[in-house]
DNA sequence: ACCCCTCGAGTTCT
DNA sequence: CTCGAGGGGT
């Protein structure tokens, strides 16, 4: 679409100009994608110069009209912008952690139970270094190099095609030969600490950003919008793995790791093949000690079993290979000061202290905060303010006090002394519950409940979390703000302030909304207008009813009338509703008691019929009862073949059939793959009845 | 009266 | 991710 470079930013009204915008920033990024990605731009530079210097001054004129995705805002460090999303063919998995000697010992163990091998017969290994960066994948047809993904969660990454084609690592065609025509090449992009150090050094004297850590740098580099930008960062890559490939093209992990590096791909030097769990342990030793001079991070060492076939037999537990382990090096540890300890107050008024710490380094993270749990804790671990204490990094992500040093303890330093009132403006009494035996709760509690603001404002941010309505354009600091303006007080707010265009009126004028913000928010609240009974319940934040139970429930109810009407009739006391309510899978005592207080409070009943009013609740299917598995319970064992576990429980789940793990006489039916062990031997003993992975299949398919 | 498993709830930083 | 508690089986 071509600019109109005849009239003045200034002559433009305010949608004009944001129509205008809004063709720019797609004109220009489809320029950045021909001219990066396929290098044959279509427009000369000069031309290309006139569309971003439009695109300025017209943002100069309308600054409220700034987009988010704004060409002006994407040289240099862009802020997290978007990438088409790629689905990997092979999910790229997570992998089990090995912590200790012993259970690297298991580890081998275990492989060879699951082989049945005899214990003479050794098994082959790699050992190679697990290495703190971002995993990739890379895919090449015939040899070349068409597309570069991130991992993502797994299953979907984000396609940084162009900024991988600006490593020097990466060979955009393969060399050599015997490589299949289509492989999907697995490897980690990372930094040297040389190469991270001076980088930092230059970009501080330069005042441009820096970055915490080598893996942040890593992210940061490889998800630039400009690939010019990834082009200057001193990127490394080594590939350990691969994902689809049309035909096979190794019989060990060994020779595939040859046959990349043949190809044109740097391998780790340190990799090493070695047999049994002491050549395991010899390798972790060597490389831990090699650790400081390897020039770069890595956290732990990554055995697999070398032989393919052996690996397609060991097959995956849910989402981890069970051919493979990390043995992770020692979590880095840290000392510091504890400051203080703030009481926190959650969405049910559970009170958690939290460690104010003096900032700390620990595993390339600023550390200042770290959960103490609970009351309890603080006194196991004996800390007390002004002590030093002890920090890591839990599994290398959350932080954790470990415990003072007594040695440190300034003088007069007391045991803390857990408040015995809520830090909410109410000041209520704290508590601590009983549970249905009888003990006292870990837990202390507010007691202020819906009355107590700090608990409201949980329930609010809790109302529109991801996993609950999941409200776009309505983040944390949206809600803070709403709040404060008094604008919220529960959740079907929300919703109205959706309708009030004097409240919206009210939002444009105010700074840094403009009429593309407020439409946004006004579509995102809109769009979650209509939703499933089991969200719904799931928002509302009943105590202990989080998503598997809100499922349960909307499984068992069906509508929302046929849910509201059984939490009344609980609430009043209804023995048959109770005992309906009770008969649902996972459902007892606690969860009827929290359901039947919630519904006892008519400011409750209020709250929910108010927001019942402002949507669309949809129906959630009751399990099937026409299908040979309905109202079944089954278990699966041994490895499967056809399907995933995954696959396996969604289709029995679907069919009206309840999944369990272990075999008792509850369960109707098992599911028998090769390998099959203990619970085969159960269901033997038991007299269940026992199918094979073919005959579940034929029984279940007919019904679909 | 136990024991195992599942679920809920709370948490850090970028 | 980790802890504690509830659910349900033995």
């Known amino acids: ?35 990066y990605a396929d290098e044959a731009p279509t427009v000369s530079d000069a031309e290309y110069d006139a569309l971003k210097r439009r695109n300025t001054a017209l943002e100069t004129r309308f600054p409220q009209l700034v987009r988010p995705d704004s060409p002006s805002l994407r040289v240099g460090s862009a802020p997290s912008a978007k990438f088409a999303p790629v689905l990997h063919g092979v999910p790229m998995l997570s992998i089990d952690n090995a912590f200790s000697d012993e259970d690297v010992q298991e580890f081998e163990a275990r492989v060879r139970r699951f082989l049945r091998l005899d214990p003479a017969e050794p098994i082959a290994f790699t050992a190679e270094p697990k290495i703190d960066g971002l995993s990739a994948n890379l895919r090449y047809e015939h040899g070349r190099l068409v597309q570069g993904a991130t991992r993502g969660d797994g299953r979907t990454g984000e396609d940084v095609t162009e900024n991988f084609r600006t490593l020097a690592d990466i060979p955009r065609k393969l060399s050599g030969s015997g490589w ?3 492989i999907e090449v697995r490897g980690e992009v990372f930094v040297r600490n040389d190469d991270f150090a001076a980088f930092n050094a230059a970009a501080e004297a330069a005042g441009g ?19 010019a930008v990834t082009a200057q960062r001193p990127l490394r890559f080594f590939a350990y793995a691969w994902g689809f490939v049309s035909a096979p093209f190794a019989e060990t992990q060994w020779e595939a790791l040859q046959a990349l590096k043949a190809w044109g791909f740097p391998i780790s030097a340190e990799a090493r093949r070695v047999h049994g769990a002491a050549g395991l342990l010899a390798a972790y030793r060597d490389l831990q000690a090699a650790r400081p001079n390897l020039g770069y991070d890595i956290d732990g060492v990554v055995y697999k079993v070398d032989r393919l076939d052996w690996q397609q037999r060991l097959g995956f537990v849910s989402r981890a290979p069970r051919w493979a382990t990390a043995h992770k090096f020692p979590a880095e540890q840290a000392r510091t000061i504890l400051e203080g300890i703030d009481i926190q107050v959650g969405r049910t008024g559970s009170l958690t202290p939290v460690a104010r710490l003096k900032p700390v380094t620990v595993g390339g993270v600023v550390v200042k905060n770290a959960t103490l749990h609970n009351a309890d804790e603080i006194e196991r671990k004996d800390v007390r303010i002004g002590d030093t204490v002890l920090i890591q990094r839990a599994g290398d992500v959350i932080p954790q006090v470990l415990g003072a040093i007594p040695e440190a303890r300034p003088e007069g330093a007391e045991p803390f002394e857990f408040p015995h009132v809520c830090p909410c403006p109410l000041k209520t009494s704290v508590v601590r519950e009983t549970t249905h035996s009888g003990a006292e709760t870990v837990v202390r509690r507010c007691t202020g409940e819906f009355a107590c603001p700090f608990q409201k404002h949980e329930h609010l941010k809790h109302f529109v979390s991801r996993r609950a309505f999941d409200i776009e ?35 444009r004028a105010r700074e840094g909304y403009g009429e593309t913000s407020v439409r946004n928010l006004v579509a995102g609240i809109d769009a979650r207008r209509t939703i499933p009974l089991d969200r719904f319940i799931y928002a509302l934040g009943l105590r202990h009813v989080g998503e598997a139970t809100a499922l349960t429930l909307a499984r068992g109810y069906g509508t929302v009338e046929h849910f509201l009407a059984a939490a009344d009739a609980v609430a009043a006391g209804d023995e048959a509703a109770i005992a309906e309510m009770d008969a649902l899978d996972q459902i007892g005592d606690a969860v009827i008691q929290a359901i039947a ?15 019942v009013e402002q949507l669309t609740i949809q129906e959630v299917e009751r399990p099937r009862t026409d299908t040979p598995v309905a109202g079944k319970t089954v278990v699966f064992t041994g490895a499967l073949e056809r399907m995933t576990r995954d696959e396996a429980k969604a289709q029995a789940e679907g069919l009206g059939a309840k999944v369990a793990s272990s075999v008792s006489k509850k369960t109707d039916l098992v599911v028998a793959g090769p390998g099959a062990g203990s619970k085969l031997k159960t269901a033997a003993e038991l007299g269940i009845q026992v199918l094979t992975e073919d005959e579940w299949l034929a029984l279940v398919r007919p019904t679909g």
Request: glycine share 4%; aromatic share 8%.
């Open 597 to 611: 207080a919630y519904f006892a409070e008519d400011h409750n009943r209020r709250l929910v019929a108010n927001l």
């Open 1 to 35: 679409m071509p600019v109109d470079p005849t009239r003045e930013p200034a002559d433009l009204t305010e949608a004009e100009a944001a129509d205008e915008l809004e063709r720019l920033a797609l004109e220009i990024s489809e320029h950045d994608r021909l001219y």
């Open 180 to 182: 299949p025509d289509v």
């Open 209 to 227: 950003r820096t970055y915490a850590n080598p893996r942040n740098f890593a992210s940061g580099s490889l998800r630039q919008i400009d690939a």
């Open 473 to 507: 354009g309505l983040g944390e600091k949206q809600l803070q703000a709403f709040s404060d303006l008094g604008w919220l007080t529960e959740p079907a707010d929300i919703f109205r302030l959706a309708r009030d265009e004097a409240k919206l009126d009210e939002l």
